[in-house]
T-cell receptor
Framework: GAVVSQHPSRVICKSGTSVKIECRSL??????MFWYRQFPKKSLMLMAT?????????EQGVEKDKFLINHASLTLSTLTVTSAHPEDSSFYIC???????????????FGEGSRLTVL | GQNIDQPTEMTATEGAIVQINCTYQ??????LFWYQQHAGEAPTFLSY??LDGLEEKGRFSSFLSRSKGYSYLLLKELQMKDSASYLC??????????WGAGTKLIIKP
């Protein structure tokens, strides 16, 4: 099946610093990628939808200046948490839809997730 | 509003069968997904139903009734590795995924 790679899997940073998380589709072109945030024992919360070559669409309540998303190519989207604070600590997950394969079923392929801890 | 309901937690015995129910209310409907998520990991795709009926895939089966806004995931011959959270999610009319909070399945020997 299609593979989505997310890096880093774990990151610990100091408050006030910025952290970049990468999401790559390894064997397919992903015109659309999704970024989720998940709190312990909670469901996935969609943060934004990232479209290649255009600005990301953010969900209500998500600060676009805080969570910068760049989808510069068909295989790479990045999420940058700017000036991170302890409340930004969470599990961030990306997913991508392969329009050629999963387009009919709508299947999403998820990255492994990135656990961010802000001290 | 849009909503997905599923039980918070279920317990079953190794080797047995368990059914995890999900009801949904969405603005339009374009299919329902089941994902498995082990603790600390990202979800993995299990099934997708868009037509009424039962889809069987090995030990896992998924059922959909569009008229009732209802789905279930059936797990047979339970194994300890099946202990995980099972997420139900539905596509609305805009193909936005609406996620349930997940059902934590605990398998006991």
């Amino acid at each position: 099946g299609a593979v989505v790679s997310q890096h880093p899997s774990r990151v610990i940073c100091k408050s006030g610093t910025s952290v970049k998380i990468e999401c790559r589709s390894l064997d397919f072109q992903a015109t659309t990628m999704f970024w989720y945030r998940q709190f312990p024992k909670k469901s996935l919360m969609l943060m934004a939808t990232s479209n290649e070559g255009s600005k990301a669409t953010y969900e209500q309540g998500v600060e676009k200046d805080k969570f910068l998303i760049n989808h510069a190519s068909l295989t790479l989207s990045t999420l940058t948490v700017t000036s991170a604070h302890p409340e930004d600590s969470s599990f961030y997950i990306c997913s991508a839809r392969d329009g050629d394969k999963g387009g009919d079923t709508g299947e999403l392929f998820f990255g492994e997730g990135s656990r961010l801890t802000v001290l | 509003g849009q909503n997905i309901d599923q039980p918070t937690e279920m317990t079953a015995t190794e080797g047995a069968i368990v059914q995890i129910n999900c009801t949904y209310q969405t603005s339009g409907f374009n299919g329902l997904f089941w994902y498995q998520q082990h603790a600390g990991e990202a979800p993995t795709f299990l099934s997708y139903n868009v037509l009424d009926g039962l889809e069987e895939k090995g030990r896992f089966s998924s059922f959909l009734s569009r008229s009732k806004g209802y789905s279930y995931l059936l797990l047979k011959e339970l194994q300890m590795k099946d202990s995980a959270s099972y997420l139900c999610a539905a596509f609305d009319s805009n193909y936005q995924l609406i996620w349930g909070a997940g059902t934590k399945l605990i398998i006991k020997p």
